[in-house]
C-alpha cells in the first residue's frame, strides 16, 4: 500500500519569511510525487512535480521541493511568502503497483500580513 | 483547450433523494478520478477509471455511492438515498496515464 502524511495541519507565517510544508510517503516501489495548490473557493492546481532526474524541484511561483528516497521525503520550500500564497496545500505520491494516486489531507498556509 | 468541467456547480437536496453529479474530463485523457472534500476532512479518494479497466471501486463509502464512465469520456457520479454527512465537494480530475491530474471546479452538494 502508499499512504502520505503531511505532518501539519496548518501552518501561519509572515509575509516575505520562509516556509517549508512537510509531506512524507511510504510505498514499496519507486514513486512519482507532486504537491498541488487550492486557493480559496478554487480547484486544485498543480504546482510541481517529481518522476525521475534532479532530486530538486522547481515549480510555480517560487516554491520548490526536494526528493529525498532515504527519509521519503517530498517537503515543499518557498524562500519567502507573499499574501497571495495563503491556500491549502497538498501532497500527492503514484506508485506503479499501486496504480493510483494518494493525497495527503492537506496543509493550510496562512500568510500574516 | 478546454479543462475538467464538472455540473452543477452547486446542488442542494433533501435527505433521501438520489442526486446524479456529471464530470467531462478533458479529450484523450484515460484517467478518471472522483474525490471527495470535506470541512477538516482533506482529499478523499472515492473510485478511478482507467481506460477499459475496471475501476477501483475501493474508495466508495457506502453501496449507495456509485459510479460509471460512459465511452471513456464522461462521466456520473451517483448518490442515492442522500444522507447529511454526504454533503461535500466532490472533485473530479483526469489524466494521461501516471502523469498530472487536472481538476474540475468541483460540485458542492448539501443535503438538508
Known sequence: AQSVTQLDSQVPVFEEAPVELRCNYSSSVSVY??????????????LLKYLSGST????????????????????LRKPSVHISDTAEYFCAVFSGGYQKVTFGIGTKLQVIP | G????QSPSNK????????????????????????????GQGLEF??????????????????????ERTGGSVSTLTIQRTQQEDSAVYL??????????YFGPGTRLTVL
Open chain 1, 33 to 46: 510525487l507532486f504537491w498541488y495548490v487550492q486557493y480559496p473557493n478554487q480547484g486544485l492546481q498543480l
Open chain 1, 56 to 75: 530538486l524541484v522547481k515549480g510555480i511561483n517560487g516554491f520548490e521541493a526536494e526528493f529525498n528516497k532515504s527519509q521519503t521525503s517530498f517537503h
Open chain 2, 2 to 5: 478546454a479543462g475538467v468541467s
Open chain 2, 12 to 39: 442542494v437536496t433533501e435527505k433521501g433523494k438520489d442526486v446524479e453529479l456529471r464530470c467531462d474530463p478533458i479529450s484523450g485523457h484515460t484517467a478518471l478520478y472522483w474525490y471527495r472534500q470535506s470541512l
Open chain 2, 46 to 67: 472515492l473510485i478511478y477509471f482507467q481506460g477499459n479497466s475496471a475501476p477501483d471501486k475501493s474508495g466508495l463509502p457506502s453501496d449507495r455511492f456509485s459510479a
Open chain 2, 92 to 101: 473530479c480530475a483526469s489524466s494521461h496515464s501516471t502523469d498530472t491530474q
